[in-house]
Structures are given as C-alpha cells and as structure tokens.
C-alpha cells in the first residue's frame, strides 16, 4: 500500500485535497438543488482583496503573529486582505536561531491563520545581512557559510512546502550605487552566493516561485539596473528565479515617475514582479493635504502594477498605522498604511480600493495625530562607546543613557567613524551610512528612553588599520557628554 504523503506541518497534502474536492462538489450539488449557481457578481466588490482578486492580483499585508489575537486587527486582515507575508518570523534570527535548531511556532501560526482562510503566502526572507542569526554572522569560512546557508534553505522551505506561493530568496543584496552589499554572504562566500541560494532554493520547494526583493528598485537607478543584470544574467544561464519583489517603501510625494516602466522591464525579462512591501511615510502629525498626496500616490503605485499582467501582487508593509515599522525608523515620520491607529480607512484605502475597481462602503476618517520626538535639551545625553578589536575589524557596545528629567521618544544618534572604518552589521538601531558621519535610529522597540534610564545599541565594523573612536556624539542634534 502507498503511504499517503504527510505535509511537513503535520497536514495530509492527500487530506487537504479530498477535503476541497469534497467542498466543491457538495457546493456544486447545493446551488443545482436550490436551482440558483452564484453568478459573477455584478457589483464591485467592496474589499481590497475581492477587488484585486476580480482583477486577477492578490492584495496582501504584512503580518505580526503577536498581533493576530487583537480582535480588530485579525478582523480587518480577514475582510480586507487575500495575502499575508510575515513581517519577522520567517527571519533567519527566529526561525533558525541555533545552528539546525528550527523554530516554526511563530510562523506556523501566521501561516495557518492564512490557510484556514485560503489566503496566499508570500515567505519572508531566507538570506538576508540583517535580522540574521548570531551565530550566522560568527562563520569564518565561505564553505562553512554555503553549507549553513543551503541548510537554512533546506530546512525552512521543507517545512513550508507547497504553501508558499512566492518566496524572497535573497533580500536586499545591492548598495545603492549598484554595487554588491558587503554582508557576510557576499564577504564570506562570494559573488555566487546568490546564484547558490536560488539553485537551492529550486531544488527545496520547486511549487515555490522564487524572488529576488529589495528596496529602492521601485523606479530605473543604479540599484535597479543592478538587480535587473542579476536577473537578466539567471535567466541567459538559466538559474531559477521567478519573480522580482520590488518593496516599495515610499516617502509622501516621492514615487518614482518611471515605476511602470520599471516594473515592465523587469516583466519583459520573464518574471513576475511583486509590490512586496507597499508604505508611504509622511511627516507626523500627519496633515490632511499629505494624506491626500498619499492617497493619490497609493493610487498611482496600484495602476501602475495593473497595467502590467505579469505584476501579480501588491503587499502594503502592515495594517494599521500603529503597528509600521517606520516611526521607529524615521522619528517624526509615520502615518504610512491604509489603515490608522483606531482600523478607521483613510484616503489612502479608498483610493486603492478605487483603483482596484472597487467601492468603498464608508467613507474614510482622518487618522489622530501622533506626537513627535521629544528633543533632549543640550547636556541631557550621556554615551558610553566600548569596542573590542581584532585585526581587521571591531565590534562596539554603545550606551546611551537620557540623564535629562523628560523621556526621549524617538532618537537618532549621529557620529563620525574614523577614516577606514565601516560598518558590516547592528543590532537595536539602524545605521546609515556605513562609514563616515553616521545616523543610528532607533528601533520599534527602543524609541523611547525615559528620564535617567539607557538603552545599548551595537555594531560590527571593519577597519583598515586605524581603531579610534568618534570624537563626539549627538543625540536628537543635542551633544552628549562622553563617558
Ligand atoms: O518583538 C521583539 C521583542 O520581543 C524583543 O524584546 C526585541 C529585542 O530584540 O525585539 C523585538 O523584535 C523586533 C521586531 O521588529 C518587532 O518589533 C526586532 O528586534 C526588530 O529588528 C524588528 O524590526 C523589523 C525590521 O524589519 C528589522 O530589520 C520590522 O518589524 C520589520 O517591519 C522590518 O521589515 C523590513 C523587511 O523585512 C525588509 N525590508 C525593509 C523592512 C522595513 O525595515
């Protein structure tokens, strides 16, 4: 007798299956019975995902697995959206976070969530420099790094197989000048690092369509005609990729004129492209001619995808405001999604609602307002910078103490790196650029620092001989005291 193959997650493939030909036959008989078969509704459809679906797109949002138990949350991704992508769980640091140790409970529980509501799954993300495991980082040797690599990829796409309907292979592998990031695949392993993750890949989960994702590639630059050769050179050699994922991370007024011809480019090669990451930040408190900008702006991202059958998705980087990755990131700035703080529709919502050929049933409310960063007076921040060094690099523990008598919230803290040195990798903040006067943000989960309490931040950095530390720091464009 043949074994009925068993899904990796536990699921019969064989049982999920009979259990969907069996629904649509009883489904079938019952509308023959009852003398009526539904026809194609006549109406526009009212939600983001029935409107993308009439259109033949699937409309997704970013996914928090510690969000999915907030009634409002879980009910407006249910009506709403007929995609998810988890925005952390399936990130190297959680999913993998000891050396073959895998931990799926977050994701699984995304990834049922979506199943059990015939939603499609984008995977998010297999090799990427940031989010990546500790140890991940420690591997000295590029044929070390290969193995672990190709068994991350191993492991995480067996146990999803089938269910994902696109993967993001690799992420965020280009400077913004074209050239090759300096992660510690590229460093480790080499240019070919991204061409052995996709033949892995391939091989792992071959119903998978495989994507290459990135930020700033939304219109024709140095970086996207960086991604474009990659892609051009796979498919002249035939190394697997299916897709492009082009993140779409916007500021208000600023999206790129020649998206639509970008995202056709990129058809024209043979692969799908996905608007992966969908946001559109502004100024906070948000203003109401920004968030008309925005509405119109979302807008224009949209018709610009379905102008072009092969863009098949359209992912926005969250559901409500409160819940963005951006005012961690970008202090002051916010507001970027569909939805605001309280699940009421913005203008954003119901122009994309609009542009998918839908209608909306409510008008949109205007979102609160949020406050924004309290600057520390000058004197109110203290710094401690350790770093421990080896021959051609370092690694630094910064603290950052508020002595003031008011809470920070939102912080960035600028310095300058001694010529030669570069930064590879950090934790809690995020560092930008990797060399000369450098802004670390914070993050989601560090912004505020109340009245004489710290947080530590860190980085990895190479350097070229010269191991001195920034002569100064500012907090918020205030000095901090060095200690
Ligand atoms: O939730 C944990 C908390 O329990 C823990 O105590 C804390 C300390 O480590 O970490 C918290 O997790 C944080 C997570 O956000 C949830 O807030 C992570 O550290 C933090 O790094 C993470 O930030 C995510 C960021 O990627 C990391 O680079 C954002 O949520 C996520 O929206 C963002 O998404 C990225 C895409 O993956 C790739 N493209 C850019 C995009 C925006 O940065």
Redesign the pocket.
Known sequence: MTAIPTHPRGRGVFAALTTLVLTAIVLTMAGVIAGVITAPASHAASTLGAAASEKGRTFGA?V?N?HLGEAPYASTLNTEFSGVTP??EM?W?TIEPAQGQFNFGPADAIVNHAQSRNMKIRG??LV?H??LAGWVSGISTGTALTTAMRNHINGVMAHYAGDIVYWDVV??AFNEDGTRRQSVFQQRIGNGYIEDAFRTARAADPSAKLCY?D?NIDGQNAKSNAVFQLVSDFKARGVPIDCVGL?G?FIVGQIPGDIQANIQRFANLGVDVNIT?LDIRMPTPASAANLQTQANNYATVVNACLAVARCTSITV??IPDKY???P??FPGQGAPLLFDDNYNKKPAYNSTLTALGGTSSSPPTTPPTTSPPTTPPPGACRVTYAMSTWNTGFTTNITIANTGSTAINGWSLVFTLPSGQAITSG??A?YSPASGQVTARN????GTIAAGQSTGIGFQATHTGNTGRPASFTLNGAACTVA
């Open positions: 970013a928090a510690n925005e952390n990130k640091d998010h993300t990427w940031s989010q992420n965020e994702n930020f993140q991370h990451e980087w969250g963005s990755w951006v961690s990131t934790w809690n995020t993050v989601s989960y560090n």
